[in-house]
C-alpha cells in the first residue's frame, strides 16, 4: 500500500472543515466509506440535514472513564437553554409555545400549514432559536399568524406581544450584524447587550477596564451582558447566583461529579478551577483554568465547556455556550503528531515579517478525538475542529490544544455525496486531482490550519486584543490567517518530507483549486439572492480568494473561463498563487500584529463583502439540480446509566434517539433549567 493510500484510510477521520460554522464543499463522490449497518442519516427538512453519529473507543473505556464521560455530558446538556436565550431574548419563551402547540395539538395533521409549522420547528431547534443558524437572517414562518393562533388557542398555549409578533414582523431580522456603517449592537438581535446599548457604549466601557497585568489581558466581556440601568451601563455576570445562575449551579453539580472521577491530578485540578470559575464569574480564575486546561494533556478523556466563541458577538466580546465531550483516539493523534513536532520550522519558515514572528512556539498539542456528546453552541450544528483557548496571551506563554472530530467527519463521509463537483470543476484534470488528492488535502489544510496557523505569529509590544484593534473584522481576519498559513504550506515539499504526502505539488494544486472553487463561487449556493457575505468563515474564503484573483491578473494566475453560458475559474499558475497567498499571509499578519483597523476595514469590505449577483444567480440557478441540503447537523448519542439498589452506576449504555424531534423534546424536558429568564 503507498503512502497516499495509507493517509487516505487512516486519516478519513480528520476534518473537513475547521472552526465553528466553517463550510466547504461536500465530500467528493470517491470518499472512502467503511461498510456498517450503522444509518447515519435521520432526516432532511427545509435546508439542513439531521446526521447520526457513532462512538467508536466507547467500549475500551473503563467503568471510571465512562462515568467521566457521562457527567461531562449532563454538565453539557445542563446549561443548553442559555444558549438559547443569548441567541434572543424571547427564543425560550418561543420554543416553549412552538413544542406545546406541537405535542399537544390533536387537530388535522394532514395540511400544508401543519406541515410548514412542523419544518418551521424543526428549524428553530436546529438554530438553536429562531434566526439562522450561519445567515444569522430571521427564519420566515411558511404559515400566517392566523394559523398560529387558532394553534395556540386550541392546545391552551399562551403566546402573545413581541414575542408573538415578532414572528411575523421586520423587528430583529439579524441575529448579528455585521454591516459596515450601522451600529452593530443596536441592529445585532442577539441578547448580549441591552436594547439601548450602542457600540460606543461598549467601547467606552470597556476602555476603562484596566487589567492587573498588561501582557496577560483579562478576557473583559466573556461571561456578561451588558444592560443599561437607570442609564448606567451594568454587566450582568454569568455566574452562580447571577445571570443564568440556576442552570449554571445544574452545570457545576455535573463538573463536581466529573472531578470525582476525574483521571489524573492535572484534569482534576483544572476542572476545579472551572468550577471555582462558575461559581464566582471571576476572569482571573478563567485565565487559571485556561492555563491549566491547556496543559492537562494526559488520559482518554477531555471536553470543552464555557462561555467561549465570540462569533455571535458584532464587536467580539461576549462568548457563546459551548460543550463538547471527547474520547482521545490517540493511534490517529500519534499519527498526527508530526505536526506539532515540527511547529517550530513552519513559524520560522513563513513570509511572515521577522518582528511578527514567534521566537519560541511552545505547547502546540494537536489530537484526534471522538465525540461524546455536545451542547450549546456545538450542537445541533457542529464544529470539525477546534484550537483553544482563544486568548493570545496563553496561546504565546503555555500553547494551545488543537482536536479534530473523527467520528464527525466520519459521519459526514459516509452520509453520501451530492454530485456538485463536477458541475463547478473547469476541467477533467482538476475533477482528476481532486478526486485524487482532494480528501488529503482538506484534511491536511484544517490540521495546518488548526495547529500551526492559529498558534503563529505574535502581536507586537502594546497592542491591544484584536475585538479591541480590529472590532468587527478581528473574526474573519483571524480565519484567513489561519487559512493562508495552511495554503501555503500545503504547496510545500516539507510535506512531502514529514511523509505526510507522496506528491506535494498534486496536494497542494489539489488544495488551490478548492480553495478559489468555494470562495468564488460555490460557497454562494448558501446564500439568498442579493445577500452580501456577513459570516465570518464565508468573508475569509471570498476576501482571500478575491483578493489572490485581482493581485494575479496581471499575469493571468487565475482564469474566470465562461464556457456554454457557465463560469469557471482556472488556475494557470500555481506557483505565482503560491506566492501571493505568501504575500496576503504576511500582510494580514501585520494587520493583526499591528492593530492595523484601516488596512483590514479595506481587505474585507473590499473583498469579502460584495457579491457579483450574475455569478450568484448563476450558481444558485446551477446547483438547482442537486437537491441535497446544503447544511448538515447531528443528534447526539444518549448515554443511559444502569443502577444498583445502592443509587450506583453499574454500567452506560450508548443508545442512539430514533428522530430530531424525539431528542429536543426530552432535551427541553429533561433540562429545562431556565423557566423563568427574561
Excluded at 453552541?377 to 479534530?404: C, E
Excluded at 467527519?409 to 481532486?434: K, M, P
Amino acid at each position: 500500500m503507498n503512502l497516499k493510500s495509507l493517509f487516505k484510510i487512516c486519516l478519513f477521520a480528520l476534518l473537513i472543515v475547521a472552526c465553528k460554522n466553517e463550510v466547504k464543499e461536500e465530500p467528493v463522490e470517491t470518499v472512502e466509506t467503511v461498510e456498517t449497518d450503522f444509518s447515519f442519516n435521520v432526516e432532511e427538512f427545509a435546508d439542513i440535514k439531521i446526521l447520526r453519529y457513532q462512538m467508536p473507543g466507547w467500549e475500551n473505556l473503563s467503568l471510571k472513564e465512562q462515568k467521566l464521560v457521562y457527567y461531562l455530558t449532563q454538565a453539557g446538556l445542563a446549561g443548553r437553554d442559555i444558549m438559547w436565550d443569548q441567541n434572543y431574548r424571547h427564543n425560550l419563551k418561543i420554543r416553549h409555545a412552538l413544542e406545546n402547540v406541537y405535542t399537544k395539538f390533536e387537530g388535522d395533521k394532514t395540511t400544508d400549514n401543519w406541515a410548514s409549522f412542523e419544518t418551521y420547528l424543526k428549524r428553530v431547534w436546529f438554530s438553536n432559536g429562531i434566526h439562522h443558524h450561519y445567515s444569522n437572517a430571521k427564519l420566515e414562518p411558511a404559515f400566517d399568524k392566523e394559523y398560529l393562533n387558532e394553534l395556540l388557542a386550541a392546545t391552551n398555549t399562551t403566546l402573545e406581544g413581541e414575542a408573538l409578533d415578532v414572528l411575523f414582523n421586520d423587528k430583529d431580522s439579524k441575529k448579528v450584524n455585521q454591516a459596515k456603517g450601522v451600529d452593530n449592537v443596536l441592529e445585532s438581535a442577539v441578547n448580549f447587550y441591552g436594547p439601548d446599548v450602542t457600540n460606543a457604549d461598549v467601547e467606552n466601557f470597556y476602555k476603562t477596564k484596566i487589567s492587573p497585568n498588561a501582557d496577560k489581558p483579562l478576557s473583559y466581556g466573556l461571561n456578561s451582558q451588558l444592560v443599561k440601568e437607570n442609564g448606567v451601563l451594568k454587566e450582568r455576570v454569568y455566574k452562580s447566583g447571577g445571570l443564568y445562575g440556576a442552570a449554571i449551579d445544574e452545570i457545576v453539580k455535573w463538573l463536581e461529579k466529573a472531578q470525582g472521577v476525574a483521571e489524573n491530578e492535572a484534569q482534576g485540578n483544572a476542572l476545579g478551577l472551572l468550577i471555582k470559575y462558575y461559581k464566582t464569574g471571576d476572569l482571573q480564575t478563567w485565565d487559571d483554568y485556561n492555563v491549566a486546561w491547556t496543559a492537562a494533556t494526559d488520559g482518554n478523556v477531555d471536553y470543552i465547556n464555557s462561555f467561549i466563541e465570540v462569533y455571535n458577538d458584532p464587536l467580539g466580546y461576549r462568548g457563546s455556550y459551548e460543550s463538547i465531550v471527547q474520547i482521545n483516539d490517540f493511534d490517529m493523534s500519534e499519527k498526527m503528531a508530526v505536526l506539532s513536532e515540527n511547529a517550530q520550522w513552519f513559524e520560522d519558515n513563513s513570509p511572515l515579517m521577522d518582528a511578527h514572528k514567534k521566537d519560541s512556539v511552545v505547547g502546540v498539542t494537536y489530537k484526534v478525538v471522538n465525540v461524546a456528546g455536545e451542547s450549546g453552541d456545538a450542537s445541533p450544528s457542529t464544529p470539525i475542529g477546534v484550537n483553544l483557548p482563544n486568548a493570545n496571551w496563553i496561546r504565546a506563554a503555555v500553547g494551545s490544544k488543537s482536536v479534530s472530530l473523527g467520528n464527525i467527519i466520519h459521519a459526514y463521509s459516509n452520509a453520501g455525496s451530492t454530485g456538485r463537483l463536477s458541475e463547478f470543476v473547469h476541467d477533467a484534470e482538476e475533477l482528476q486531482l481532486e478526486e485524487e488528492y482532494g480528501q488529503l488535502a482538506d484534511k491536511l489544510h484544517t490540521a495546518l490550519h488548526e495547529v500551526i496557523g492559529h498558534a503563529s505569529g505574535q502581536l507586537n509590544p502594546g497592542v491591544g486584543e484584536t475585538k479591541e484593534t480590529l472590532k468587527t473584522y478581528a473574526s474573519t481576519l483571524e480565519e484567513g490567517r489561519a487559512d493562508l498559513v495552511g495554503l501555503y504550506y500545503l504547496y510545500d515539499s516539507k510535506l512531502q518530507e514529514l511523509g505526510l504526502v507522496d506528491d506535494w505539488k498534486k496536494v497542494g494544486k489539489a488544495a488551490f483549486d478548492g480553495y478559489i472553487r468555494n470562495g468564488l463561487m460555490t460557497q454562494l449556493i448558501r446564500l439568498d439572492l442579493g445577500d452580501n457575505v456577513e459570516e465570518a468563515h464565508m468573508r475569509n474564503r471570498q476576501w482571500v480568494s478575491a483578493w489572490a484573483f485581482e493581485k494575479g491578473k496581471a499575469d493571468n494566475v487565475i482564469e474566470k473561463v465562461t464556457r456554454d453560458g457557465k463560469t469557471y475559474f482556472n488556475i494557470n499558475d500555481y506557483d505565482k498563487l503560491h506566492d501571493l497567498f505568501g504575500q496576503l499571509l504576511k500582510e494580514t499578519q501585520r494587520i493583526k500584529s499591528e492593530g492595523d483597523y484601516a488596512a483590514v476595514e479595506a481587505l474585507v469590505e473590499g473583498y469579502g463583502v460584495k457579491v457579483d449577483q450574475a455569478i450568484h444567480a448563476e450558481v444558485l440557478e446551477r446547483n438547482k439540480q442537486f437537491p441535497s441540503p446544503p447544511y448538515s447537523g447531528f443528534v447526539n448519542p444518549v448515554l443511559v446509566p444502569e443502577m444498583n439498589d445502592a443509587g450506583e452506576i453499574t454500567a452506560i449504555k450508548v443508545t442512539q434517539p430514533k428522530a430530531f424531534a424525539e431528542q429536543m423534546l426530552n432535551y427541553s424536558k429533561d433540562y429545562n433549567n431556565l423557566p423563568d429568564v427574561n
